[in-house]
């Protein structure tokens, strides 16, 4: 059995990223040395996991690691709302739903978080210690709104680099995106107020909208295109839209990337009609492909775009740093801030300032993409595997949670408590809508360390949504 | 002059603390030894003293540091705002003011904070990088609204010993008094409502009052009585009041403590109407007397006070810690919470719990209790010399703030540009009003360490006020 444990410690070492997709993992010969086995261990490791697909050979190379295939998912099909605005009220059951996943014991599917041991959190907390001992007495006033200089520069440079157009004294610090797409909401809309978004929705967009008691018209989205731009013109004609809500790239929960003509065009319809958009673009880091793509602020011409992001998703979750770029709604923004929480601690943003001065930032994120993209496709491979016929999945395109769709007579919230009981924690599709929506659909985070107990977790999600499935049409 | 260098440093260690009110300082033959001087230099200087009014000698004890004599100043008149509710835009002033004492260098009579280096901030640091480190992974999730409940249960402790009725599960965390005094003005009035505040009022409420669009209206009140009752329910009987906002202790800027009767009074006459009063109580630990005064709470019997305090102004200003104990109105701050920034960083709450469990933060506090009331005193008679004839101050029994009235003829914003043009900051009357009053009056700030800079800043801003003063009597 001594070649299944090579082969185990191998994948594993695969899936952590120390050997990427596409490099060569050591040779007979070293692994040989390296694990202390017989040649012939090795080979039978290899044979092993070249079998299962997940290592190649290549005549006169070696053996490398297989791009994981990209699952072809059957995708959702895209949403069709009723064009009628609702008031909303999912806070608590997303709050209930995050207090669930509070155990560490449990396997955290639902959970909204990256997986925190992946972050550089060591290089940060020492940061922050030597900025505090620098500091003695460092106060308030030093970081007033709109924030840090330094800070503010690390992140306009960023984005200049990355070819968003950025005029650092537009960018506003904030205590994480949710504060910048609250405020952001708060500058350009008044309580009544009808705000568009996307269906299914992020659920802090309709947090943002629930507390200023606005109401939200869900607008039907496409699970690879994004949000449908003729029927958002088609709402506009029809209802008094204030703002639109959206999130252009690596959607939440849905994955996708709009594209860049998509984008344009998204910005040039609410310019014709001077509604400004909120684009929370979080994941902006953390893309699978080649580069990061384009912003809504790419294209935008007449300072409509309030462009929201934090290093909450890429770098750390802890120190709550956010900022928004609130084009021409700049100066009542930063107000905004100077109102609701007076300021953004200061040690956390000079010490972010100062890992991003120093480098390494895109070292990081390297690392986490690869680990991040190589678990999509673990995730949609495993919940293909497990779960019931009918169930289909977004093709996540960044981030780090996959949409799920059970067949129609899976109810997720019983289908999240049942596996809460068994110490899985999954998010069910309900908190993405504000009409109840999205019953039998669940979001999955595959940001954590794939193991065994993510395949038993995801068994066992499977075994439950196909009693449910089946149960239900028996019902019937 | 060797004896006059020893006053002064004798003196200095005084204002600094070392050597309180009422204690004995070290004994000629003792600071003969201590301080390398003839005994005949000690006598002196100790003399020299005397004759400042800062040593007496008891007979056959020594040398004693004497009581600074309270000073009696004659205090503002109680103000007398109209009955008319308005719209509030201060927050702008308000941050240039606080941009304005962002230069170290300036003598920062207008900061609303304390002096940070009487923090004990090393302790705080080690005791958050010691967490840091220990939680490597620390996330988001664990210290979820209400907040972590180590923490909580610390604050219901010390409530606990000072004779405040307090529940724990009522306790919700959040980021700074200013985030507790949003959440609570928000979960009982809506947009367009009259709030009824104190005159002058601390801006924090005014911030919050504007920030969700109500209207103010400004209650009589007594430089050392605080809010009239009498004209509240004046007001109330020809107003629809939808909240109170007081400060019922150490009110900023006037600095009086509301006495216990008038507490009852006042909660009654609100519970009477069903009217809900937000307390700001963020300088209770900051008292000049025996004890901590009693708060609005402990006349509470139908769960309308909704109770905000911090530690800002006692511990720690840059973890930006505070809570909400929100009555019955718990439920809604804690989702609206949720809502505004999701969680209060988990780092700096426990490293306020683990200081608070420690034990120490009494012996710091008598500390800075000792200074500022030291000081305070030194603050009236440095005013009072300096100073135009008119000029009158409250009388502050806790905090480190001075209300100053100038003679009319003063505009305190033109005081407040000529001063800060010579490197000295000040705050403006008008931050304390909805209404543009208070132009005569200043806020004086007396928790930095009292030196030779700041009698020097006081006295050229008695000069440029004098001068005010005469020129409009002379344009007259």
Redesign the interface.
Known sequence: MLYENLAAEVEEAVRRGVFAVGERVPSVRQASTQYGVSIKTVLRAYALLESRGLLETRPQSGYFVREMPAAKPEPPAASQPPPVASTVDV??L??ST??S??SHDATPLG?P?P???L?P??KI?QL??AI??RH???????D??PGNPELIRQIARRYAENGVPVDPDEIVIT??A??AI?LSLQAVA??GDTVAVESPTYYAML??I??M?MRAIEVPTHPAEGINIDALAKIIGEHEIAACMVMPNFQNPLGFVMSDANKQRLVELLAEHDIPVIENDVYQELYYGDARPSTLKNFDKNGLVLHCASF?KSLT????IGWAMPGRYRRQVE??K??????T????QVAVADYLKQGGYDHHLRHVRRIYRQQARLMIATVQRFFPAGTQTSGPMGGYVLWVELPGAVDSMKLYKAALERGITIGPGTMFSSRDAFRHFIRLNYSYPWNTQTEAALKTLGELAASMAGRRQHER
Chains 1, 2 share one sequence.
């Open positions: 806070s608590r997303v709050l995050l207090r996943i509070r959970s978080y997986d925190p041991s972050f959190w060591r907390n922050a210690n505090a001992r003695s007495s460092w106060n308030l006033i030093d007033l709104p205590v994480g949710t504060e609250n008044k309580p947090h943002a629930e507390r008691g909450s979750a802890s120190y709550r107000k905004l100077f109102l609701n929480t007076l300021t601690p200061s040690v956390p």
